[in-house]
């Protein structure tokens, strides 16, 4: 069974530009879970959704948006970059509901120059 | 509003035992651990849930405590192979998933 997969696997953008990343969860799971992971700190989450539907936002500005599509996959998009959104981005993917686990995918490591 | 961990880190030596706490001001449903392996993604280690039922590798032993709004993650003989920082998780709101600042475990040979 394939895992979660993202693209790209690292991304060199520009303060002020635009970034997209993607994810495909697991086959069967309908759950996708944004979470940023800044070097050497924690993960502190960013957005979930769930059979199409954003169901909550972290601490985030609006900037940080997404979305996901028909087929569970979903799109990170990062607005007007600042160095500090430099991170890791990590998608996750679970069954529904809160009572099952996340499987995470690589990540995409994102440099703002 | 995250959850507490401690230690923040610890040292051990193959085969030594360790505890690693997760803590909340807030009421826990459910917490789950993760342990990341350095320029690795996160991987599930367990859920506990109130009531007492649990999902999660054999190998792993846990416990939650409602009442004391704690978990503990209980790591014994350890190997080589534990080193890593463990995240404990829960959610808030009933929406909002947050993660402690992790544990990180180091086992020397």
């Known amino acids: 069974e394939a895992g979660v997969t993202q693209s790209p696997t690292h991304l060199i953008k520009t303060r002020g530009q635009q970034a997209t990343l993607r994810c495909s969860p697991i086959s069967g799971h309908t759950s996708v879970y944004w979470y940023q992971q800044a070097l050497g700190l924690g993960l502190q989450f960013l957005l979930w959704?769930?059979?199409?539907?954003?169901?909550n936002r972290g601490n985030f500005p609006p900037r940080f948006s997404g979305r996901q599509f028909p087929n569970y996959s979903s799109e990170l998009n990062v607005n007007a970059l600042e160095l500090e959104d430099s991170a890791l981005y990590l998608c996750?993917?679970?069954?529904?509901?809160?009572?099952?686990?996340?499987?995470f995918g690589p990540g995409t490591r994102l440099t703002v120059l | 509003q995250q959850p507490v961990q401690s230690p923040q880190a610890v040292i051990l030596r193959e085969g030594e035992d360790a505890v690693i706490n997760c803590s909340s001001s807030k009421a826990l449903y459910s917490v789950h651990w993760y342990r990341q392996k350095h320029g690795e993604a996160p991987v599930f280690l367990m859920i506990?849930?109130?009531?007492?039922e649990q999902k999660g590798h054999e190998k792993i032993s846990a416990s939650f405590n409602e009442k004391k709004q704690q978990s503990s993650l209980y790591l014994t003989a350890s190997q080589l192979s534990y080193s890593g920082t463990y995240f404990c998780g829960t959610f808030r709101g009933g929406q909002n998933f947050v993660f402690g600042p992790g544990t990180r475990l180091s086992v020397l040979p």
């Open positions: 959704y769930d059979e199409g539907e954003e169901r």
């Open positions: 506990l849930l109130k009531g007492g």
């Open positions: 996750a993917s679970s069954l529904a509901g809160r009572l099952n686990e996340q499987f």
